[in-house]
């Protein structure tokens, strides 16, 4: 029975990635050529421009995705256009570093992040998965995560950085998070649209 339900959305799936993935990486592209020294609030306007001219030009597999999803999956036409655009949201913040220095680090290179905060951002993310087990993800849980991270390996912290409160490893930690927690990019794209 699992076979057939996964060969049933298996193209729908399959659609799915393209259709994202193409407006995620005709996003990026045009992203890529802008000038980072102008000001940000022009930058996020380029970037929304760049969005929308995107959407308009997969309109035809945009909507053939919007009624595959309608069709298959039992839910509403606003509902599938928000998965695609969600997923769109979370290509980018995964593998467009254009836009994550437009959305997430002010106009600025995005930083080099040092391995203990990758040890711990892991460890963020598993345990976002846990509790994402038993209640929705939300600011608050999300900001309780982090905190039980901070305290649990404030030793940790505090030898590698100096301060179990570093700024610098606030920084590198939050990068982590929002270019490599998969369960944080899902809820942050999710307020996105």
């Given at each position: 029975m699992r076979w057939i339900?996964?060969?049933?959305f298996f193209p729908i799936s399959l659609m799915s990635q393209t259709v994202d993935?193409?407006?995620?990486?005709?996003?990026?592209?045009?992203?890529?050529?802008?000038?980072?020294?102008?000001?940000?609030?022009t930058l996020h306007d380029s970037l929304i421009t760049s969005l929308k001219a995107e959407y308009k030009n997969h309109r035809p597999a945009f909507i053939d995705q919007i009624l595959a999803y309608e069709k298959d999956s039992l839910i509403s036409q606003m509902q599938a256009?928000?998965?695609i655009g969600e997923k769109t949201i979370v290509h980018l913040m995964d593998?467009?570093?254009?836009?994550?220095?437009i959305t997430m680090f002010e106009s600025q290179a995005v930083p080099e992040i040092s391995q203990t905060a990758?040890?711990?951002?892991?460890?963020?993310?598993?345990?976002?998965?846990?509790?994402?087990?038993?209640?929705?993800?939300?600011?608050?849980?999300?900001?309780?995560t982090r905190l039980e991270?901070?305290?649990?390996?404030?030793?940790?912290?505090?030898?590698?950085?100096?301060?179990?409160?570093?700024?610098v490893f606030m920084?590198?930690?939050?990068s982590y998070i929002m270019t490599e927690s998969l369960p944080y990019m899902k809820w942050a794209a999710s307020n996105f649209n």
């Open positions: 339900i996964l060969v049933m993935r193409s407006i995620a990486n005709s996003v990026c592209e045009t992203l890529s050529s802008l000038n980072f020294s102008e000001d940000p609030d256009a928000q998965v593998n467009c570093i254009p836009f994550q220095r990758k040890k711990l951002g892991k460890k963020f993310t598993a345990l976002l998965l846990r509790k994402a087990e038993s209640q929705d993800i939300d600011n608050d849980l999300i900001d309780a991270i901070r305290e649990e390996y404030a030793g940790l912290i505090a030898k590698k950085y100096g301060d179990s409160h570093s700024k920084k590198e930690f939050d």
